[in-house]
Nanobody
Framework: QVQLVESGGGLVQAGGSLRLSCLASGGTFSRSAMGWFRQTPGQEREFVGVISWGGSRIYYADSVKGRFSISRDNNQNTVALQMNMLKPEDTAVYYC???????????????WGQGTQVTVSS
């Protein structure tokens, strides 16, 4: 019933920026934590960041601190991932996820989008 759709991925030069967006439907978005994860071929899904339902708590992976930021608009049922100072190692498929609580563990999120590709060239 819950559907999450990511958008905004693409190709960008190192040092550039991208803004990803996730649109949620069919669930209680305003009461859910929204996480961002990423995955490259052969690797486990990696935590990027998460924002609580009220936006009061935001956590980031060390690898993206100071470069990425998460925001949400509960009226629009969207969560955004602003990515600045991108590095080639940020290249991955990025997924948004919905869960009951903020958590770094992918297994604890109930719903997932299909992902959007981000490629950072050197």
């Amino acid at each position: 019933q819950v559907q999450l759709v990511e958008s905004g991925g693409g190709l960008v030069q190192a040092g550039g920026s991208l803004r990803l967006s996730c649109l949620a439907s069919g669930g209680t978005f305003s009461r859910s934590a929204m996480g961002w994860f990423r995955q490259t071929p052969g690797q486990e899904r990696e935590f990027v960041g998460v924002i609580s339902w009220g936006g009061s708590r935001i956590y980031y992976a060390d690898s993206v601190k100071g470069r990425f930021s998460i925001s949400r608009d509960n009226n629009q049922n969207t969560v955004a991932l602003q990515m600045n100072m991108l590095k080639p190692e940020d290249t991955a498929v990025y997924y948004c996820a919905m869960g009951s609580n903020t958590d770094r563990r992918a297994a604890l999120y109930e719903y997932w989008g299909q992902g959007t590709q981000v490629t950072v060239s050197s």
